[in-house]
C-alpha cells in the first residue's frame, strides 16, 4: 500500500487543528474510580478520575490489540484492558503489566504505552491537550507535554474579599455540522433577528445598522471595546445594574476556537468563554462557560441568565440541524461582506496559521491594523 505514505496522507487536516487544549467533558460528568468514553478530532478517549480526583486521559485502543480500554477495570491508579489484562498507569499510558508473560521472559513491558494526553481541570470542564501527530511508532511513545496550560476564564473579583464571590455555569449542545460551520455560525452577527426572536426578547423588526470595530490580536481578532448592542442578552439584564453607557463588552477569538465575551459595569462584570470543539468531521460541540458576579443577591437572577442563555444555544443547535440537511449535498455557498467578514478571518487564520507551521516562519497574521465593519442585526 504505497499510497499510504504520500505526502497528502500527512498534511495537517484544517478542520483537526492539533496543538491546542480541547474541552473533552464537563467536569461534574467524569467520577472518580470511573472509565468514561470521549471523543476529540476524531481521536476516540477514555477519561477518568483517579483516587484523588486528578483527570485524566488515554487514547480508548490498548496497544496490543486495540480493545477500548473503558469497557476495562480502573482502581483509581492503573487501567486493566478487558481482552488480555494488560495494565496501563492512567496518568502517562505506561504499562505496569503483560499478565501472560513468564518470568523467564524478558520483554520491556515499560516501554510499552497507551497513548496518554495531557489533561486538566478548568472552570467546569475536563481538557485534554491534543498535540501534533507523533512520529509512528504508536505504542512505544511517552505523552508529549503541553506546552502551556489550559484556557481559563477571565475573572475580575478574585482578591480581597471579593475572592471567590463569582458563579459559573455550563452549557452544551452537540451541533450536527463540521466545526467551521459551527464556529462560524457563532461568529455571525446577521443570523440575530432570524434566529433568536422570542416575544419576551426582540423581533426582526428591532433589526438596525450597526458599525463594529475590530483590531488583530495574536491568533485571533477582538471586537474593540464597546457599548453593547441596546437589543443583545447581556446588555438588557446589566441595565438593571448600572448606568447604559458605563457599560462596555470586548468580543476575542483566537484559534482554534475560543470565544471570550467580556462585560463590564462598574464593579460588575460578565465573562464567558465558548468552545466549538471538532469531535468528528461532521459533528461538533459548543460549550459555554460564563463566570459571573452579577444576581448573586437577587433571587432567580442565576436561573434567569441560565434561561436566556439555554434559549440561545437551543436556537442555534436547532438552525445548525436544519441546516445540516441543507449541507448533506455540497452546495455552493458563499460569504459576503461586511457580515461575514469575521467568518473570512477565521479561515485565514486558520491558512496563516498552519502555513506557519509548515515552514517554520511566524504566523503572518491576515489583518494589517483595526477595521471597521457595518451590518444590519
Ligand atoms: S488487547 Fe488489550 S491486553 Fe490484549
Ligand atoms: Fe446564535
Not at 461532521?282 to 452579577?294: H, K
Amino acid at each position: 500500500m504505497p499510497e499510504l505514505d504520500s505526502p497528502q496522507r500527512h498534511a495537517p487536516d484544517p478542520l483537526m487543528l492539533t496543538g491546542f487544549w480541547y474541552r473533552a467533558l464537563p467536569a461534574d460528568r467524569v467520577h472518580r474510580n470511573q472509565l468514561h468514553k470521549a471523543m476529540l478530532l476524531e481521536i476516540p478517549l477514555v477519561v477518568g478520575r483517579d483516587r484523588v480526583g486528578r483527570p485524566f486521559a488515554l487514547r480508548d485502543a490498548c496497544p496490543h490489540r486495540g480493545m477500548p480500554l473503558h469497557c476495562g477495570k480502573f482502581d483509581g491508579e492503573n487501567v486493566e484492558c478487558p481482552y488480555h489484562g494488560w495494565t496501563f498507569d492512567a496518568h502517562n499510558g505506561q504499562c505496569q503489566l503483560i499478565p501472560s508473560l513468564t518470568a523467564d521472559q524478558n520483554l520491556r513491558v515499560d516501554r510499552i504505552y497507551a497513548g496518554g494526553y495531557p489533561c486538566e481541570e478548568q472552570d467546569g470542564f475536563v481538557w485534554v491537550y491534543i498535540p501534533d501527530p507523533g512520529p509512528p511508532g504508536a505504542g512505544f511513545t511517552e505523552p508529549e507535554e503541553a506546552p502551556e496550560p489550559a484556557p481559563l476564564i477571565e475573572k475580575f473579583s478574585v482578591s480581597g474579599k471579593d475572592k471567590d464571590k463569582y458563579k459559573l455555569a455550563y452549557l452544551t449542545a452537540d451541533m450536527p455540522v463540521s466545526i467551521d460551520h459551527g464556529i462560524i455560525g457563532l461568529m455571525d452577527p446577521a443570523h440575530g433577528p432570524f434566529v433568536h426572536q422570542a416575544w419576551w426578547w426582540r423581533s426582526r423588526h428591532s433589526i438596525h445598522e450597526k458599525n463594529k470595530n475590530f483590531e488583530p490580536i495574536p491568533n485571533g481578532f477582538r471586537m474593540s471595546a464597546h457599548m453593547p448592542s441596546s437589543n443583545s442578552a447581556p446588555y438588557k439584564l446589566l441595565r438593571l445594574y448600572a448606568a447604559a453607557d458605563s457599560i462596555t463588552t470586548t468580543i476575542d477569538f483566537t484559534l482554534p476556537n475560543l470565544r471570550r465575551e467580556t462585560i463590564r459595569a462598574g464593579k460588575y462584570w460578565f465573562s464567558s468563554l465558548t468552545t466549538v470543539t471538532p469531535i468528528t468531521r461532521n459533528q461538533c460541540r459548543i460549550d459555554v462557560v460564563a463566570a459571573w458576579n452579577l444576581f448573586r443577591s437577587l433571587p432567580f437572577g442565576s436561573e434567569l441568565l441560565k434561561f436566556v442563555f439555554a434559549k440561545f444555544v437551543e436556537q442555534d443547535r436547532r438552525t445548525m440541524e436544519l441546516q445540516s440537511e441543507g449541507l448533506k449535498h455540497n452546495p455552493h455557498l458563499m460569504l459576503i461582506d461586511d457580515a461575514d467578514r469575521p467568518a473570512k478571518w477565521y479561515f485565514q487564520l486558520k491558512a496563516a496559521h498552519l502555513e506557519a507551521k509548515r515552514t517554520g516562519a511566524e504566523m503572518k497574521h491576515p489583518m494589517t491594523g483595526p477595521v471597521t465593519l457595518k451590518w444590519r442585526s
